[in-house]
DNA sequence: GGAATATAGCATCTGACGGGTACCATTTCA
DNA sequence: TGAAATGGTACCCGTCAGATGCTATATTCC
């Protein structure tokens, strides 16, 4: 419970590597392979993030995605919105489009904390760049390279 | 995505209506009525904050439940772990038992950030009290985040 | 003692959705 | 012109959240 999804597991990993790899153009092929991804279900969500505004996209031979926003200013808020839609605690929250009243608005007695807790829980996750995650100290003292060719014991 | 289930909501709820009554002990009817909680269902999870040591139960006539530690000691964490299982944002993070190794493991290049964020979700969990959402008033809120917190260890 | 009330512990059902696949159209490069 | 890549859409399938039902057991009240 309260887990995040593969599909944004996968969004992640994908989305560091555009982040890791800089300016260049790489393709959804390339990255499933490299970090051993199904491809189909990663080109679907490269999709999402693409009509979401998080990565640019080149079609065609030779075509692939950037990052359409620098690192540090991409939120794992915006890209767990992108492949998953609006996160919600509670579906009682406030959401904006797509939240409709809770049906037991008017009696619900934990409704105005759990908002609170809602709202901090946002912030949490939209404290977190992608730069802080595809650049992680952790990841580098690892024998890893740029380009990702890794194989990497624990 | 990333929401609490029914649940866990009606948890909650059955929970600070213990906390809010004091000692007396509840039946599961009665909460199910004032909340308008479906009642087997409410019975369901009773059952399971019992047999996890957040209420205590009284069978028979007049029974019911209260809870079984102060409002305040008894946190939100362990509510949502007594009725979904252990919290995992990551299927491949350490959670004692039941944790599997990620087919993963040796190249994925997200899996130490993700795990620094999990451990911060846990405390995230762990900070907030029973009375703290029974008790509106007396929620405070924190300052969260990835950046300039101590490292947590694996 | 017996009926009523309430929890204990199962076992089961069903719809929704996560995870994954398939297909075709479109664009670009060589 | 064909290969390589994305764009878009529709679909399948297994799991699980959400909910229900039944029986056993314990306690209270008459």
Do not use: W
């Amino acid at each position: 419970m309260l887990s995040l999804t593969k599909k944004s597991e996968y969004a992640l990993i994908a989305i560091c590597h555009l982040a890791r790899v800089g300016e260049r153009v790489v393709s959804a092929r390339e990255i499933a392979e490299l970090h051993q991804v199904p491809l189909p279900l990663l080109m679907n969500i490269l999709k999402q993030l693409n009509q979401a505004g998080c990565v640019n996209s080149v079609r065609g031979a030779r075509g692939g995605y950037s990052l359409a926003v620098p690192a540090d200013s991409l939120t794992l808020s915006a890209v767990l919105r992108a492949v998953e839609g609006p996160v919600r605690l509670v579906n009682c929250a406030p959401v904006g489009t797509g939240s409709r009243a809770c049906e037991r608005a008017g009696i619900c007695s934990i409704r105005s904390p759990i908002h609170k807790l809602h709202h901090q829980f946002l912030r949490f996750l939209d404290e977190v760049t992608v730069s802080d995650v595809a650049f992680d100290e952790a990841y580098y003292e690892r024998p890893v390279g740029m380009n990702g060719e890794a194989a990497v014991s624990e």
